[in-house]
């Protein structure tokens, strides 16, 4: 489990193909991401992966054909910049939002815009992905957490403050740059929720069955 916020940006040393699956062996660089242990996890680009060895400036982690089909890890070359964050322990701070590391899919920056001092950034995500995102809503962007802004048919709108862009991958964004979507996990599970009803639209009654709504009367 992670919050979305990126600890630092990693740099891919190497990579090895062993049949459909690959290893990746990522320079930790200044990120703060440590000590790692084998076994552990680390958020890599928004994608959750196991690290299965680790020395004092990388760590070496597998990911497999499936993740690589869904994800943008599959694109990944050597000298590439990543995201890169730990795992939340218990009683960290909660400042983003509840990230689980497993991607919904893939984007692509369809613009990025100076505003002020901030970029705004906009994203189209594949259509089956739209309907989860919501303006004042959180999403995962390559592991970062962020606010939307804005939504429009498949596209959202986020601003990027010139922290994040110093600190993330964001910064070397462009159009045409393909990018990790998580969603909010709560929409997929309410989603699944409401999937069990009969009548699949959302009504005051179905929400008050399923403790999202009090009855006043």
Do not use: W
């Amino acid at each position: 489990m992670f919050s979305g916020l990126v600890k630092g940006i990693g740099r891919i040393a190497r990579r090895d193909d062993h049949g459909g699956d690959r290893r990746l062996v990522v320079e930790l660089g200044g990120a703060g991401v440590g000590p790692l242990a084998v076994g552990g996890s680390v958020a890599v680009n928004g994608v959750c992966l196991t690290a299965i060895a680790v020395t004092p400036k990388t760590f070496s982690a597998d990911a497999s054909a499936a993740t690589l089909a869904v994800t943008t890890l599959g694109a990944l070359g050597v000298g590439d910049r990543v995201n890169l964050e730990p795992p939340l322990k218990a009683g960290d701070p909660l400042d983003g939002h509840i990230v689980t590391g497993h991607v919904d899919g893939v984007g692509k920056v369809v613009s990025v815009e100076p505003v002020g001092s901030s970029t705004r950034l906009v994203v189209a995500v594949p259509p089956e992905l739209s309907r989860y995102i919501a303006a004042k809503g959180s999403v995962a962007v390559d592991g970062v957490s962020l606010t939307v802004n804005a939504v429009a048919g498949v596209q959202f709108e986020v601003n990027i403050i010139p922290h994040t862009e110093n600190v993330t991958v964001i910064g070397g964004y462009a159009r045409g740059t393909a990018v990790n979507i998580e969603v909010d996990m709560l929409a997929r599970y309410l989603e699944r929720l409401l999937r069990t009803e009969p009548d699949t639209g959302v009504d005051l009654a179905t929400l008050r069955k399923h403790g999202y709504a009090l009855d006043h009367r």
